[in-house]
């Protein structure tokens, strides 16, 4: 099923001002289009548009130490809770973190310059509310974390 993804926000220009009124096309877990919704809509007519609050954007790599929690599954979760989506390798020398790493689907990189896509086109996406609480993550096409 094709899904329109809009919210109010969706990126910035080279100005750093936000472009209103684009939209990610996702199929199934794979991106497709991202662009103008009007272009999308009417490009894409039988596509279900989900409209979220706030900025919807690329997922973000969290480049430092993964958060202090009981067990290495907390420290993912707590991650996914702000929108992150990647991780670097570097952070990652415990065996039960990487392994709790790499069953969330979060891409684990050796540089910290993070690709707009996955390389299999695979979506990684983030929701954030006009007070930039995450709302929800999207980690290779799933949805990972939504705040309930």
């Known amino acids: 099923m094709l899904t329109l993804h809009t919210a109010p926000l969706l990126r910035r220009d080279r100005h750093g001002e936000p472009v209103p009124e684009h939209a990610v096309l996702v199929s199934g877990d794979r991106v497709e289009a991202v662009g103008p919704l009007a272009e999308l809509t009417s490009g894409y007519a039988g596509a279900r ?9 690329p997922g973000l790599l969290h480049d430092g130490p993964l958060p202090a929690a009981p067990t290495p599954r907390e420290r993912v979760h ?5 929108g992150v989506t990647a ?37 990684d996406l983030a929701v954030h509310d006009v007070d930039g609480a995450c709302l929800v993550t999207v980690v290779a096409g799933r949805i990972a974390h939504r705040r309930a």
């Open 49 to 57: 548009v989900r409209r979220w609050p706030g900025t919807l954007g």
């Open 78 to 82: 707590a991650l996914l809770r702000t």
């Open 87 to 123: 991780v670097l390798a570097e952070h990652l020398a415990d065996p039960g973190l990487r392994a709790a790493v790499e069953r969330s689907d979060l891409l684990v990189l050796a540089t910290a310059v993070a690709p707009t896509l996955r390389p299999d086109g695979r979506a």
